[in-house]
């Protein structure tokens, strides 16, 4: 509502058309179709085109795989865009403010963002539609929730509050809720306007950065198969060598978004896996989010696209061999099988080997991640003295994993929130 007013404000200094567009989510009933009432009324009055949607977000949640916020989202800017183009628009405005901004910079940096998610929301960027791009603004994003709500109070404006905001259900409602009014009351009263600032020159420094790696981009080729159709892209790692680690991981990062095509749940963590592959030996490769596999060949780093099932190069002499699968693809519960195991991917990475014990093996063991040396746990559970170095082992450095046909480590459990399984068997 609030800049809704200001854009009327503007309307004949800049010869402003404006529709009025309105989703209801279909997730809070009557409730929703109150604020849409509102919306509508307020229109009709202001003599405004009101373009109303009504979608069932959860249900399209469920179909497509994501969560609501992402479904809602998606559905939002879909429909803006059709108007955008029913209308011949130039300019689609969203009502951010610099709350959402601060709890945006705040929510990427918690899930493991790079200093491109320090930028947040920008104040201005293109949008496409289904045959056109289109400029998103965001007018009112340097006031504050504040700022919004005492501006509507001094111009008489009603306007409708969605109750789910202050529920917390959802991550960004915790952050909104309890984390940035604690640091606000309890650490620096100007937290919202310190995080802006930070962004803006987060922003700068990643615009400055995209520039330098553009000089660069020749780095990085695309691979096509016999048919012409592109199948991954190659980096070439001696044109790589010499330059600023940030520009390197730059470039992976782009070269990663040629092939998937976006890097949402994309973290430092896999772009500096993907790095690491240039000190590795030809023939190492390592999964990725969104099915995409690494793999180092010679001077190249490959990055392509496979499907959602990947067996990986290991098959010791131990009979162990182990396989990644998407959590949604595995339709069984886990197993209890002795000899069968999952681990949660994200979690035991992929520096994994099969070998037999060592001096200074460990698990952790119990939620507390007790750690509990290998060879107590082999005394505990009287396992002979001449059979402790025959056990095959799955481990990763000294942390051990599986005691194959004993005991599973605890730390890389399986839980809801898992997204790739690592299933290891032992071939009897």
């Known amino acids: 509502m609030c800049m809704l007013l200001i854009l009327l404000s503007l309307k004949q200094e800049l010869d402003l058309d404006i529709i009025v567009a309105h989703v209801n989510h279909g997730i809070r009933g009557e409730e929703a179709k109150r604020d849409a009432d ?99 603004i965001r007018p009112v994003l340097a006031l504050s929730r504040a700022e919004i709500e005492e501006g509507l109070k001094e111009a008489g404006q009603d306007f409708c509050t969605d109750r789910t905001n202050s529920e917390d259900t959802y991550a960004r409602n915790r952050l909104r809720n309890t984390i940035l009014p604690m640091a606000r009351d309890n650490i620096n009263t100007n937290v919202y306007g310190h995080i802006e600032s930070l962004s803006r020159q987060a922003a700068s420094v990643h615009d400055f950065i995209e520039q330098e790696t553009d000089k660069y981009a020749s780095c990085i080729n695309p691979i096509t198969d016999e048919d012409g159709r592109k199948t991954g892209v190659s980096i070439d790692i001696p044109s790589t060598e010499k330059l600023h680690r940030v520009l390197k991981q730059s470039l992976i990062r782009r070269a990663f978004e040629m092939v998937s095509g976006r890097l949402k749940d994309v973290e430092e963590t896999h772009i500096e896996a993907i790095e690491d592959l240039i000190n590795k030996q030809s023939g190492k490769r390592i999964s990725l989010p969104y099915d995409i596999t690494a793999t180092r060949v010679y001077d190249s780093i490959i990055l392509s696209s496979g499907g959602s099932f990947e067996t990986l190069d290991n098959v010791s002499d131990h009979g162990i061999t182990w396989e990644i699968c998407n959590r949604g693809d595995l339709t069984i519960e886990i197993p209890k099988e002795q000899y069968v195991k999952w681990f949660d991917y994200e979690k035991t990475g992929d520096d994994l080997e099969v070998r037999t014990c060592r001096d200074g093996d460990y698990l952790l063991i119990g939620k507390e991640g007790h750690k509990k040396s290998l060879s107590r746990f082999m005394i505990d559970n009287k396992i002979p003295l001449q059979e402790r170095d025959k056990i095959p082992l799955l481990a990763t450095g000294s942390h051990v994993l599986w005691v194959v046909g004993y005991r599973q480590d605890e730390s890389c459990f399986v839980t809801a929130s898992t997204k790739r399984v690592l299933v290891v068997k032992k071939n009897k």
Not at 73 to 83: D, G, K, Q
Not at 100 to 117: C, K, M, Q, Y
Not at 120 to 128: E, H
Request: net charge negative; glycine share 10%; proline share 2%.
């Open 38 to 136: 509102f919306v509508e009324a307020f229109c009709a009055d202001k003599c405004l085109t009101f373009e109303l949607a009504n979608a069932d977000i959860p249900g399209i949640a469920k179909e497509t795989g994501t969560t609501s916020e992402e479904a809602g989202r998606n559905y939002r800017y879909s429909f803006f865009c059709e108007l955008a183009e029913k209308y011949r628009a130039e300019k689609i405005a969203v009502a951010h403010n610099s709350d959402d901004n601060a709890e945006t910079v705040l929510f990427n940096i918690f899930r493991g963002s790079g200093i491109g998610g320090l930028k947040g929301i920008l104040p201005k960027r293109s949008i496409s539609g289904k045959d056109s791009k289109y400029t998103l």
